[in-house]
């Protein structure tokens, strides 16, 4: 098969287990809090209001270690690179982008290529409501048809938060490095979570 016909394949079948797995979560949100939202792929019109709730962990907190904003062009420009091979979803309501989660290659040598870096930011208007495990249940069913094994998670800390939504959805604590990064003149700690996945599968 043509590289670019796997690739398209590929992103049909995990676009479709989305869509799938998206109605059944979107139902039970809806039920539990009266809200009614919906995740799906992401879409290259989606990357102003992305980058807008990126933008604030950038600018105001040590969560992200990223320290320049991204214009919404630059914002577009690493969905369409990042969404080519791995599943880019977003959470909506009502035409409001909620929160986003993604994945990509956790690091660049070839035998990492099982292992993959996840990535889940919400409107920090948002939060609590149960965004996050949704976004990352629908992950979870999408990655079914990549070839992964290991998902991992790094944290800045503390976070508490963000290390109950992890624990809460399979991950588990594997590091701690102390004082790894520096942003806003405060040194920051970065724990690292994993979870296995797709466990009945041969790999290469």
Not at 23 to 36: E, K, N, R
Not at 63 to 70: A, D, R
Not at 93 to 105: P, S
């Amino acid at each position: 098969m043509h590289f670019l016909s796997a690739v398209l394949t590929q992103i049909d079948v995990f676009h479709l287990r989305v869509s799938k797995t998206a109605d059944i979560l979107c139902a039970h949100l809806h039920a539990v809090t009266g809200y009614s939202i919906m995740i799906r792929a992401c879409r290259p019109a989606d990357a102003g209001a992305i980058a807008e709730i990126y933008n604030y962990y950038i600018n105001e907190t040590v969560i992200s270690f990223e320290q320049t904003p991204l214009s919404e062009a630059q914002m577009a420009e690493r969905i369409a690179k990042i969404s080519a091979n791995y599943p880019w979803l977003v959470a909506e309501e009502n035409g409001e982008i909620l929160g986003f989660a993604y994945v990509a290659l956790w690091q660049e040598r070839v035998a990492y290529r099982h292992s993959l870096v996840t990535t889940v930011y919400l409107n920090r208007n948002h939060t609590g409501r149960g965004l996050g495990k949704a976004l990352y249940e629908a992950l979870f069913e999408a990655l079914t048809s990549v070839d992964c094994r290991v998902l991992v998670a790094g944290i800045a800390l503390p976070n508490a938060a963000s290390v109950a939504l992890h624990e809460k959805v399979g991950f588990e604590k594997v590091a701690h490095f102390k004082d790894v990064g520096r942003k806003h003149g405060q040194w920051v700690d970065v724990g690292y979570w994993q979870k296995t996945i797709n466990t009945d599968r041969e790999f290469p």
